[in-house]
């Protein structure tokens, strides 16, 4: 019994944001990123991999597509007006560094910049979380099925799709 308890390990939870960063906040962020066949190079960073393999996190992240109202483009990750987030292709990469760098810097023809709009640590579990969407999220981290109006599986029963084309898993 005891092995038992001592084998069992919490996730962390941080329930404050980090202070923010001072820095040039007008300054216009410039990227060799574009879509392409070639996948862009992402340096792995403690803070995705923090943010990726955390339920609470990603759990965050689910809440904050829905009132960012991220599904009026993305439909619930199916894709609309705004590309599908389910599925395996990716052009601008889908490593969670990409994934945070497109919500933060925004890409042409329609995805808005969110830099200074959402606080960084947002900017993550919304990362995280469209990750786990096409089912690339630890399975127990990954968050549970809505109910109403979700177009596929349960993120925790999605299978981790490989990518296709473009550059390695990231929004679009």
Request: glycine share 12%; aromatic share 6%.
């Amino acid at each position: 019994m005891l092995l038992a308890i001592a084998g069992c390990e919490r996730e962390e939870r941080e329930f404050q944001s980090p202070p923010p960063q001072s820095g040039d906040a007008g300054a216009a962020v410039l990227s060799t990123l574009s879509p392409g066949s070639s996948a862009p190079q992402a340096t792995p960073s403690p803070t995705g991999r923090k943010y990726n393999q955390n339920a609470y996190h990603i759990s965050e992240g689910k809440r904050w597509f829905r009132w960012f109202n991220c599904n009026g483009c993305h439909a619930n990750g199916g894709g609309g007006s705004g590309p599908a987030l389910m599925d395996e292709k990716w052009i601008y990469g889908g490593s969670i560094e990409h994934i945070a760098a497109t919500i933060r810097q925004g890409r042409p023809n329609g995805m808005p910049s969110f830099d200074g709009k959402i606080p960084e640590q947002q900017i993550w579990q919304l990362a995280a979380y469209v990750r786990s969407m096409s089912g690339n999220a630890p399975k127990p981290a990954r968050p549970s099925r809505n109910d109403a109006l979700n177009p596929g599986p349960a993120e925790q029963q999605r299978d981790p799709l490989p990518t296709v084309g473009g550059a390695a898993q990231g929004p679009r």
